[in-house]
């Protein structure tokens, strides 16, 4: 079954740095769209950033643009996000999704990891 | 960018009754919008997309209408894993938003 696993949240400073890595299986990884989708502590979603299968496509949400940097190994099924000059408001739960369709930017998340907790303070 | 706009914030309804939560967006967005269904601890699991139709494995009692701004999503029978927090999400414009949610509890 498909399965994602988040990792690499922590506590970090304000302007701090941190990478987040999401591990894939039960699916052909490199078909897919990817995200990175966020939820701050007690808040609703906000959709971070998405990468093509060949990395081709990538795409920012404003909160984040010059900031974090999207990328992908399909030989490794993993995905991953940098996160740099972190801020509080950046604090959230950081969720990977899929894309709903193969090959396709649907823009609709069919499956979800767990999710990874990112607290950015001092 | 697109607002979608939640109602009510809280239903409080009881295990067998009609659940009924709405999503208005800020401007047209076709029939391009899903539901997810989030319990607490737990990843939102999509319910349903392009408006009304349902993701694989989601039972028929769930249903969505609607198409342009205003957006319905129903449960016929609520059933006691129901009771969650329900959002509304448009993929018409990047970037894609999501709505406030709206939480289900039981009465």
């Known amino acids: 079954q498909v399965q994602l696993a988040e990792s690499g949240g922590g506590l970090v400073k304000p302007g701090g740095s941190l990478r987040l890595s999401c591990t894939a299986s039960?699916?052909?990884?490199?078909?897919?769209?990817m995200s990175w989708i966020r939820q701050a502590p007690g808040k609703g979603l906000e959709w971070v950033s998405y990468?093509?299968?060949?990395?081709?496509?990538?795409n920012y949400a404003d909160s984040v643009k010059g900031r974090f940097t999207i990328s992908r190994d399909n030989a490794k099924n993993s995905l991953y996000l940098q996160m740099n000059s972190l801020r509080a408001e950046d604090t959230a739960v950081y969720y990977c999704a899929r894309d709903f369709d193969s090959d396709l930017l649907t823009g609709y998340f069919d499956h979800w990891g767990q999710g990874t907790l990112v607290t950015v303070s001092s | 960018e697109i607002v979608l706009t939640q109602s009510p914030a809280t239903l409080s309804l009881s295990p067998g009754e009609r659940a009924t939560f709405s999503c208005r967006a800020s401007q047209s967005i076709s029939n391009y919008l899903a539901w997810y269904q989030q319990k607490p601890g737990q990843a939102p699991r999509l319910l349903i997309h392009d408006a009304s139709n349902r993701a694989t494995g989601i039972p028929a009692r769930f249903s969505g209408s609607g198409a342009g701004t205003d957006f319905s999503l129903t449960i016929s029978s609520l059933e006691p894993e129901d009771f969650a927090v329900y959002y509304c999400?448009?993929?018409?414009?990047?970037?894609?938003?999501f709505g406030q949610g709206t939480k289900l509890e039981i009465k």
């Open positions: 039960g699916f052909t990884f490199s078909d897919y769209y």
């Open positions: 990468i093509g299968p060949n990395s081709h496509y990538i």
């Open positions: 999400q448009q993929r018409s414009n990047w970037p894609q938003t």
